[in-house]
């Protein structure tokens, strides 16, 4: 009796980041690059009632008598599907068509970002929305003067400008990292992974390279890829597999109630 209750307790604690995980998905379905969550659990410790026995000569053998004791949080995992491909036919936003991952310089820390919205700050280099550095090939920056009349850039990740004379002038090629395990990046927040122990190390290329980079498709960016329709069907499930634990309590209570009345 109170091993249901205190299983019940567990179940609920587990629905509610569960429910969290997907709160923060729907938060984020108009994220760009953003990659969702998805939680698991796994059963706790079962307590045992009496062990299994061989068969003998004259008798079958038996089966383990055990009472599970709730459940646990098993995972929350990052689901890295590639999200679909908006055109905004703006040139400095850019998407990946792949598994790589764009690289930001913040300081002397390296971070990666799958979201693509790219600008130009006043002196012309390449960053993103907080002002992080682009990485470009060479592990410098990437530099448009002021003064170019146009630029464009490659599915390779080469940037080019014609200058003020009217020549095709090379900026650099934007670096693409991937990884061995992309789920095991950390999220860092403003759409940003840090690598992590698991992650394994950035392997750095280009894009349409021999690792499987991915191209980059200029004038596009990519959308989360989170799912509406699945996040509400999940949300529904969290919350009937909350109220659920919450009748197991209700009901131990009741019983534990019933015994404390035999006593009048």
Do not use: C, W
């Not at 907080?130 to 003064?147: M, Q, S």
């Not at 395990?181 to 992974?193: D, V």
């Not at 960016?221 to 309590?249: K, P, Y």
């Amino acid at each position: 009796m109170l091993r249901a209750m205190y299983s019940g307790i567990s179940g609920m604690k587990n629905f509610q980041i569960k429910l969290d995980v997907i709160g923060n998905n729907i938060a984020n379905v108009n994220t760009y690059g953003f990659k969702k969550g998805r939680t698991t659990f796994k059963d706790m410790v079962s307590q045992q009632i009496s062990g299994a026995s061989s068969a003998t000569a004259t008798r079958g053998g038996t089966n383990p008598k055990q009472v599970g004791l709730g459940s646990q949080l098993a995972t929350i995992d990052t689901i890295h599907t590639q999200g679909s491909l908006q055109t905004t036919g703006r040139p400095l936003d850019l998407s990946i068509s792949g598994d790589g991952f764009f690289v930001l310089l913040n300081g002397a820390q390296t971070v990666f970002t799958r979201a693509g919205n790219f600008y130009l700050d006043v002196n012309g280099d390449l960053v993103n929305a907080d002002g992080l550095f682009v990485r470009e090939v060479g592990g410098g920056r990437i530099n448009i003067p002021n003064t170019a009349k146009s630029f464009s850039i490659g599915s390779d990740g080469t940037v080019t400008y014609i200058d003020a004379a009217g020549t095709l002038q090379p900026a650099g090629q934007i670096t693409i990292a991937k990884f061995d395990n992309p789920e095991g990046l950390e999220k860092a927040g403003s759409n940003l992974f840090i690598e992590t122990s698991n992650s394994g190390a950035p392997a750095y290329g280009t894009a349409g390279g021999a690792n499987g980079e991915g191209t980059i498709v200029a004038g596009t960016l990519e959308m989360s890829n989170v799912d509406l329709s699945e996040e509400f069907t999940e949300m529904i499930v969290a919350q009937r597999g909350f109220q659920a634990n919450t009748r197991i309590i209700t009901t131990s209570d009741e019983i534990l109630q019933e015994l404390v009345n035999l006593k009048r």
